[in-house]
Nanobody, 126 residues
């Protein structure tokens, strides 16, 4: 599967952005999808992930209540709605995919994902 992330940009604190991740192929619904981010000099960090059917989600504590992950399997697309952005959210954001069974736990570590998009830069600054 090939992933293409987009939607990043330069925003002010408190603003919103919606990231998109478009997937090629016809098996998008067979993949758990996740968003990770990496700031300069830091390790890649889990942000959010969503089950194959969209019924289950996981978030890192720092974004709970501000970010929402969603997907449309008919459109082969994953989104990350980011509200109330903070300077500490500044990073390159990556979408990722791993093929799993329906009932599998949602993985939260980068090593668990097999496919990655190219990243989109999000900068939050006044």
């Amino acid at each position: 599967v090939q992933l293409q992330a987009s939607g990043g940009g330069l925003v002010q604190p408190g603003d919103s952005l919606r990231l998109s991740c478009a997937s090629s192929g016809r098996t998008f619904s067979q993949y758990v999808m996740g968003w990770f981010r990496q700031a300069p000099g830091k390790e890649r960090e889990f942000v959010a992930a969503i089950s194959r059917d969209g019924a289950r989600t996981n978030y890192v504590d720092s974004v709970k209540g501000r970010f929402t992950i969603s997907r449309d399997n008919g459109k082969n697309t994953l989104w990350l709605q980011m509200n109330g952005l903070k300077p500490e959210d500044t990073a390159t954001y990556y979408c990722a995919a791993v093929r799993t069974i329906v009932t599998a736990p949602i993985p939260m570590h980068s090593n668990d994902y097999d496919y990655w998009g190219q990243g989109t830069q999000v900068t939050v600054s006044s």
